[in-house]
């Protein structure tokens, strides 16, 4: 493959260029880096059978997962060939071009003026406001890292859940699949940032993703190194919050310990279905409604300051809650956050943080159309509901298939 020669092209706004002047560093190049590749007869005939099955589809984790990191070596080397010390803004996309996906990486190379020879030795998914904030507050970047899981509810779990969703309450059978996949992502995650000789996981960012057929989480951040964490080398602190939040945060005395998550997938049940259509005739509130996503939100709340109380924190800290409808009457409520903890040592360099690094750049290209590149950068609500239909759909060829039988078995020769 053949590089780019652009030399006078960055990534980096006003304000990142400003950013980096403060920490010595000047904007270099930007960088792309990309793959495409398809799914294949094999790997679809795979992914179709732990689609039945349920849990992780190995197939499509590997697949999508190599497709990114091949693109993202493909941006290394190019990023080695213009000069630098490290890579900054690290971001994925994804273009579909009739049937065979196309995995980005876009970053622009940082310099160093006075450096007699530039060596690349770190990158990152944060941009340069971000940068500064983490390297003000005391943390030093290795690498950007990512992981990923892709899983299906599969057909035995869809028919468990679907009896169980004849009654109110947990379906202990998704609550379980989507928690140990949402975990597994993050566990992968952590691995990475291991190999990088991290000590933290900053920045995190987490998308879900609908993906041939089945549904993705993926995870990205920066693998980094702070001095006061030196206890945690084998098991990397990971943080979802902003590097805003995390610069002031430290100021006060607190480093992030853990991301935490609580997950429970509820059914609304037969019975509060036709209670809350016929509370909707006359008006008025659905008690036993109210009471059950209440509870589901509880459960999932509770199940987050267990996973806090078992790392010692403090305080959990921009906690956010995203529900899914599932579809079929089943509801999704996740709840994320951080867990920190007031640690010795913990202080930023400065006693203010720059204007510059938290002011957010307007928009000035404003794209209507669909199509086009999917960002890997917020959380999908939809998807799930996708997905849901997904299993669904396979549970009713799997009735249509049972009836014809029973239909031939009788005689009927359609």
Not at 264 to 285: D, F, I, P
Not at 295 to 316: F, G, P, S, Y
Request: charged share 20%; proline share 2%.
């Amino acid at each position: 493959m053949t590089l780019g020669t652009h030399r006078k092209v960055t990534g980096f706004s006003g304000n990142e260029i400003f950013c980096l002047d403060k920490l010595g560093y000047a904007a270099g190049q930007l960088c792309l880096g990309n793959n495409v590749v398809a799914l294949g007869v094999s790997r679809g005939i795979g992914a179709g059978l732990s689609n039945l099955a349920g849990g992780e589809v190995t197939e499509i984790t590997k697949l999508v997962h190599d497709g990114r990191k091949n693109a993202y070596d493909r941006m290394i080397q190019e990023a080695r060939q213009y000069g630098g010390v490290g890579l900054a803004g690290v971001s994925f996309d994804m273009i579909n071009h009739g049937g065979n996906l196309e995995f980005i990486v876009l970053g622009s190379t940082i310099r160093k003026p006075e450096a007699a020879e530039e060596k690349l030795s770190f990158s990152t998914s944060a941009d340069a406001q971000e940068l500064y904030c983490q390297m003000d507050a005391g943390f030093t970047p290795h690498r950007f890292v990512f992981g990923n899981v892709a899983y299906s509810i599969g057909v035995g779990s869809s028919i468990t859940g679907a009896f169980r969703g004849l009654k109110r309450g947990e379906v202990p059978q998704y609550t379980q699949i989507f928690d140990r996949t949402r975990h597994l992502a993050l566990t992968r995650l952590k691995q990475e940032a291991i190999l990088g000789k991290a000590n933290a996981v900053l920045g995190i960012e987490t998308s879900i993703i609908p993906l041939l057929g089945v549904q993705e989480m993926m995870m990205i951040g920066t693998a980094s190194h702070h001095p006061a964490l030196s206890a945690y080398a084998d098991d990397p602190v990971t943080s979802d919050l902003t590097n805003e939040e995390l610069w002031n945060l430290v100021n006060m005395g607190y480093l992030p310990i853990k991301l935490v998550m609580g997950v429970s997938v509820y059914s609304l049940g037969l019975a509060s279905g036709l209670s809350s259509s016929l509370k909707s005739l006359v008006g008025g509130e659905v008690q036993s409604l109210s009471d059950l996503l209440y509870e589901a939100r509880e459960k999932a709340l509770e199940r987050v300051e267990i996973d806090a109380a078992k790392c010692n924190a403090d305080e959990v800290v921009g906690v956010k809650t995203r529900v899914y409808d599932l579809g079929g009457g089943l509801v999704e409520f996740m709840v994320i956050g951080t867990a920190v903890k007031k640690i010795e040592g913990a202080a930023t360099r400065n006693t203010t943080l720059l204007p510059q690094a938290i002011i957010q750049d307007r928009e000035t290209f404003i794209d209507s159309t669909t199509g086009g590149a999917t960002a890997f950068r917020g959380t999908r609500a939809a998807s799930a509901q996708a997905t849901q239909q997904g299993a669904i759909s396979i549970i009713v060829t799997v009735i249509l298939i049972v009836f014809y039988l029973i239909m031939k078995a009788h005689g009927y020769k359609g």
